[in-house]
């Protein structure tokens, strides 16, 4: 492969940090990173639900000044 990174090559990169780093930093390093990735889809998923609640309210509105255009 040209310009690819194969498999070996990362099962060498992967021996050396575990040697490194030893296996329970590893692992401690990999659950930080799990919960910042899930704290971080939380906080854009709560985002677009208040854009989402937003922009309902918005038409709720929007519907409720037609609707009183027209009787007026």
């Not at 590893?26 to 609640?53: C, H, M, Q, R, W």
């Amino acid at each position: 492969m040209l310009g690819g990174i194969s498999i070996w090559q990362l099962l060498i990169v992967l021996a050396i940090l575990v040697l490194i780093f030893g296996t329970k930093k590893l692992k401690n390093l990999g659950s930080d990173l799990g919960g910042a990735v899930k704290g971080f889809k939380e906080a854009v998923d709560k985002d677009n639900d208040t854009e989402d609640e937003k922009t309902a309210q918005h038409k709720v509105i929007d519907a409720d000044v037609k609707k009183d255009d027209k009787s007026a």
